[in-house]
RNA sequence: GUCCCUAUCGUCUAGCGGCCUAGGAUAUCGCCCUUUCACGGCGAAGACACGGGUUCGACUCCCGUUGGGGAUACCA
């Protein structure tokens, strides 16, 4: 057979005219994988035959938001709309062979035919009117919109990779509309027409269009086209198993990423939405594009849970190197505090992710967690831990301060530890209180990684300017 | 209205007729670890929507019901 040695062609064809929806995004990765996976190629076709709610805008943020999740394509991008000639060329030719006709039914005429079907509980709105007319007959200034003259009989079945055997009667389909009233052609002349004219063979899309299909095949089946496989991945529902709407969060990858999640995360969240591999959760790209198959794609809707997600971004945050880290706070800290970081800021900052990195469930976090290691002085100090700070504890402090000088304590973190154990012992303070005290007068919180590990990664100098008294307001 | 798809713990899912007293992840709760908060470790609770078949045997197959979703545009 020749579809086994025919090399896998994917696309995704997203029309530009709003955000990267989730959905949408996980088309593109599953179009991608199983490219990849075969050694095949992706495509990426931008369907901007709507010329009215196409904007470059658009187009810039699903561009944008692809690179970021590392989705990249093949070849270069092609625009639908660049390819109308095309499709006129080919509805000329089925007009020429009989197999389209003109209709010259206004959008009213439509309205109330559609109207009629339904309370006469017809399958069809269309009444095929100008099916067997002839154009002569054609009202003055009416411009015709193109149709096809599809299977009214028999059934028209579709094997399809991820629904099965999926059957539905031709007199469910009407006489589509191939090109418009102004000659453009119609999403369901054009993508039959790129797909075949990119040969494609695999499309791999939302379950929204299974319907559509039967109409596509109508199309090929009129042009004596050969049929890709399809694929109908179910599509993403928000958290309450509704439609997936800006009122459940953001529908938009770029504002996850604004959350502060990271890119494997929202690969690997959306990858096991709807995709399995036994019991495996955590799956690098590379290990994805060795697993994926259209087989373990689920049949069912998914709910997006950003809880799951945020669970994931806190394992890849804890994963990735402290470097790659502290790149991608910088950023949010510099604009957030209107400050710009030296390189000894970084530096500290570096050495502060190790303890950083299990706390934090977004970037966002990390960067908030992160900040006290390199704010000016004096610290803000919350009101938790300025409760720590009283005139007794800043005692201590003072002692606990010399206790280190005098013995000559390596800065470091067991060693600190070490000393904080045995001063705590002589001088009966509680080891749970102390240790806040620290805290609240290093870092101006209650809540940060280890105090020790604080104290190493600030340095001697730097610990001491924050326990200096005129910094701390008691 | 008509047509199509779908249905396992709260959520994501494993299961492709006996391995299931239904497994994992996440969330929840408890215990442990502990200088705070997390991480981590251990444990608990938690699901086959319902009703008919088919079969020696159904979570798994078939048919209904119900719930959810989609299509029905001169949108894509």
């Given amino acids: 057979m020749t579809d086994s040695i025919q090399k896998v062609r ?7 005219t709003g955000d990267l929806h989730p959905g949408s995004a996980r088309t593109a990765l599953f179009n991608w994988l199983f490219a990849r996976h075969h050694g095949g190629e992706y ?3 931008i369907e901007d035959t709507d010329r009215k709610r196409s904007t470059p805008e658009a187009l810039d943020t699903i561009l944008n938001g692809l690179s970021w999740l590392g989705i990249e394509h093949d070849g270069s991008i092609i625009s639908q709309f660049k390819q109308a000639d095309r499709h006129r060329e080919i509805a000329q030719k089925l007009l020429d062979e009989g197999k389209a006709y003109y209709c010259y039914s206004s959008p009213e005429d439509l309205q109330k035919m559609r109207d009629l079907a339904k309370i006469k509980g017809h399958p069809i709105s269309y009444d095929n009117h100008w099916r067997n007319r002839d154009s002569s007959e054609a009202p003055h200034g009416q411009k015709p919109t193109v149709r096809l003259k599809s299977q009214q009989k028999g059934i028209t079945t579709l094997v399809d990779l991820v629904q099965g055997h999926v059957e539905i009667k031709n007199a469910q389909l009407d006489d589509m509309i191939l090109l418009r009233s102004d000659g453009t052609p119609t999403y369901m002349l054009a993508v039959v027409v790129d797909d075949h004219d990119m040969n494609i063979t695999h499309v791999i899309r939302g379950d929204d269009h299974l319907t559509n299909t039967f109409r596509q095949l109508q199309i090929y089946k009129a042009l004596g086209w050969k049929t890709p496989q399809f694929a109908h991945i179910p599509l993403i529902h928000g958290p309450d198993g509704t439609k997936f709407s800006k009122r459940h969060g953001s529908t938009s990858v770029g504002g996850y990423a604004n959350m502060g999640i990271m890119p494997k995360a929202m690969t690997n969240y959306l990858l096991r939405l709807g995709w399995s591999h036994g ?5 690098s790209t590379n290990q994805a594009i060795e697993w994926f198959n259209i087989n373990s794609i689920g049949k069912s809707p998914a709910r ?22 502290v790149q991608a706070i910088k950023p949010i800290l510099e604009k957030k505090h209107k400050k710009s970081l030296s390189e000894k800021d970084i530096d500290t900052l570096i050495k502060g992710m190790t303890g950083l990195k299990d706390r934090a469930k977004t970037l966002l976090d990390l ?3 992160a900040w006290f290691y390199v704010a000016p002085l004096p610290l803000w100090y919350d009101e938790k831990a300025q409760k720590f700070l009283q005139k007794e504890s800043i005692e201590s402090l003072k002692i606990f301060i010399l206790y280190l000088s005098e013995n000559n304590i390596l800065w470091s973190h067991d060693s600190l530890l070490a000393a904080a154990r045995i001063f705590v012992e002589k001088n009966n303070i509680k080891m749970r209180y102390f240790s806040q005290t620290l805290r ?10 280890s105090i020790f590990e604080v104290m190493e990664v600030l340095g001697k100098e730097l610990s001491l300017q924050r326990f200096n008294l005129e910094n701390i307001p008691a």
């Fill in 440 to 449: 609240a007068a290093l870092t101006g919180s209650t809540v940060s990684p």
């Fill in 279 to 283: 019991d495996d959760e955590i799956i």
């Fill in 304 to 325: 997006f849970d950003i809880v799951k997600l945020l669970s994931l971004n806190s394992h890849y945050i804890r994963e990735a190197s402290s470097i790659e880290l």
């Fill in 367 to 369: 960067a908030e967690n």
């Fill in 43 to 45: 495509l990426l076709r």
């Fill in 10 to 16: 994917t696309r995704f064809a997203p029309s530009p």
